[in-house]
């Protein structure tokens, strides 16, 4: 059952998860002029200070979702691996584990920026506070290789 767990649904828990962060992503360098002046109407601040902060966003949204989306598909072979330093497994669990740290601060920054509770409009706010609970998840999953990294020093 684990297998099963670590090795399909896992990883396309993933893909399913992180589709849409990547889809946005995508969609902001389609449109990076419009999506930079949003930003810095929003913030109030500078288009230099928005396009740095764009920049940081698509750069989550896709190479952070393919890292974690790889990171889960390798996981199961890669923490069972003799042959896989250990140096090496813990380098790719602790990023995997900053990747979801910096989602969860993306989640709340842009939750609130862009879709504050209101009482008209709870949907969206709702699906971004659905969607954190989902990366409390995988970061709960996360945490469970380093668990299992520990374990396999000690063997």
Not at 10 to 23: E, G
Not at 66 to 86: D, G, K, M, Q, T
Not at 94 to 119: D, E, G, K, N, S
Request: glycine share 4%; hydrophobic share 55%.
């Amino acid at each position: 059952m684990k297998d099963l767990r670590d090795k399909i649904v896992a990883p396309l828990a993933m893909v399913f998860l992180l589709a849409m962060f990547v889809y946005s992503g995508v969609n902001k360098v389609a449109r990076f002029d419009k999506k930079v002046n949003t930003l810095s109407t929003k913030l109030s601040c500078s288009l230099p200070v928005a396009r740095i902060g764009m920049a940081g966003v698509i750069f989550l949204e896709i190479v952070l979702s393919i890292y974690l989306a790889a990171y889960f598909f390798a996981a199961p072979h890669l923490l069972s691996s003799p042959r896989v330093p250990l140096r090496v497994t813990k380098a790719l669990t602790w990023t995997a584990m900053a990747c979801v740290a910096l989602f969860l601060a993306f989640l709340v920054v842009v939750t609130f920026i862009y879709h504050p509770p209101q009482r008209k409009r709870m949907i969206p706010f709702l699906s971004n506070v659905t969607v954190f609970g989902g990366f409390l998840l995988v970061l709960s999953m996360v945490i469970g290789h380093i668990k299992s990294e520990r374990r396999r020093v000690l063997a």
